[in-house]
């Protein structure tokens, strides 16, 4: 593809690139997907108020995200098995998004450990964590992620089981892959990622492996999820694990007000209004739905961002001027490593910065801090109006 003019195109050369078990992993929501589908219309059912005659010049984007500089709100989201879609995949996003001035979380489910990524990054990550029904492995990874000196844990507190995900199920989702016909079929046009992914040790669960027992088969997330995570986890247990931590604590997953309620209740500096990407409770409501009641319950006690169905610079946009403080990326930035690595993710970041960018001076904003619900022209009934 001669050039790259917005997500979209990374994602096509991502489907060409990399093994169609990972790239469905990615691109999968739990049952029939109307959650997966729905993150993403429901931003286009949001209109933007187009101001002519303000004076557009030195603009700028920047802000914070629990008090850290960032180029603009953006982070990267944990996502599982990066390290699948290209070699190495998560020190690449990792270096990618420090050198752009965003913030990258590293999730439990990475194939790069903690220790591998800190080594080749010099800014403080962040890192992600699961509960897990073993108090002593939460104990051991929450040091672990002390020593190497992340800045904040993120509790994902909406997977206590897995969704379904219907072409895992069917592919046989495993890291590193199982070697069926279909996978080696499909492997022989994908030889670049064949190639590159010879060339590292990093091919397992690195988190995980040597560190955990019991396990049917280590290679496998739904086994891995049904066996160890904890199902009995509540908000005594979240309690637990941010003391535990003892630092910044954001909690992800969070699609209710009363649950964002006792999120803030409870100390979350940040708390991330998100349905995991529709890969959960198919059937739930889009995360910028959600948005607007949580950022009026909760706004003024804790930040609030928000994940799922984020896809460009104009999405990222509609979501601050609805009240997110800032916003995290899963997809849109896969789609770039897949497709070109580390280039790949830095061409994704600087596709959304300038989509933002060029979107704020339209709508006559030079700030991305001054974005507000001004700046929007909703629905109405798009956020309530429920039975
Ligand atoms: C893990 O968090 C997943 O959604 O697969």
């Not at 349905?275 to 910028?288: E, F, K, T």
Request: glycine residues 10%; neutral net charge.
């Amino acid at each position: 593809m001669a050039t790259i003019t917005c997500i979209d195109d990374l994602k096509q050369l991502y489907r060409r690139r990399v093994p169609r078990m990972f790239y469905d992993y990615a691109e999968s929501g739990s049952w029939t997907e109307q959650t997966f589908r729905e993150n993403v219309s429901d931003f286009s059912r949001i209109h933007l108020r187009q101001r002519v005659a303000v004076d557009m010049t030195n603009r700028s984007t920047a802000t914070t995200m629990l008090g850290q500089d960032v180029a603009m709100p953006v982070a990267l989201a944990p996502v599982g098995l990066t390290g699948m879609q290209s070699a190495d995949g998560e020190i690449k996003a990792a270096r990618a998004a420090e050198r752009f001035g965003v913030p990258f979380t590293l999730s439990t489910m990475s194939i790069c450990s903690i220790e591998d990524v800190a080594e080749h990054v010099s800014k403080p990550f962040w890192f992600q964590i699961y509960a897990l029904n073993d108090d002593d492995f939460n104990r051991r990874i929450i040091d672990r992620a002390k020593a190497a000196g992340c800045s904040a844990l993120v509790i994902t507190v909406d997977l206590q089981i897995l969704g379904q995900r219907h072409k895992d199920l069917k592919n046989g989702l495993s890291a590193p892959p199982k070697f069926t016909l279909p996978v080696l079929l499909d492997l022989a046009t994908k030889w670049r990622w064949g190639f590159e992914m010879l060339g590292t040790k990093r091919r397992f669960f690195g988190n995980i492996v040597g560190h955990v027992e019991g396990v049917s088969d280590p290679s496998s997330l739904s086994a891995w999820t049904a066996e160890k995570f904890d199902p009995a986890l509540n908000w005594d247990r979240i309690r637990r694990l941010m003391d535990m931590w003892g630092g910044k604590v954001v909690l992800k997953g969070v699609l209710d007000v009363e649950d964002a309620e006792r999120a803030a209740e409870i100390g979350a500096d940040a708390i991330v209004v998100s349905n995991h990407g529709g890969r959960q409770l198919d059937g739930a409501p889009s995360s910028i739905r959600m948005l607007r009641p949580i950022v009026d319950a909760v706004g003024n006690k804790t930040e609030v961002w928000m994940d799922s169905g984020i896809r460009s610079g104009q999405d990222v946009l509609k979501a601050v001027a609805m009240g997110a403080r800032g916003v995290m990326i899963g997809r849109a930035y896969v789609y770039g490593l897949g497709a070109m690595g580390e280039a790949g993710v830095t061409r994704a970041l600087e596709i959304i910065h300038k989509e933002l960018d060029t979107t704020m001076a339209l709508c006559g904003e030079r700030r991305v801090t001054e974005l507000g619900r001004h700046n929007l022209l909703v629905p109405r009934g798009f956020s309530d109006g429920w039975e």
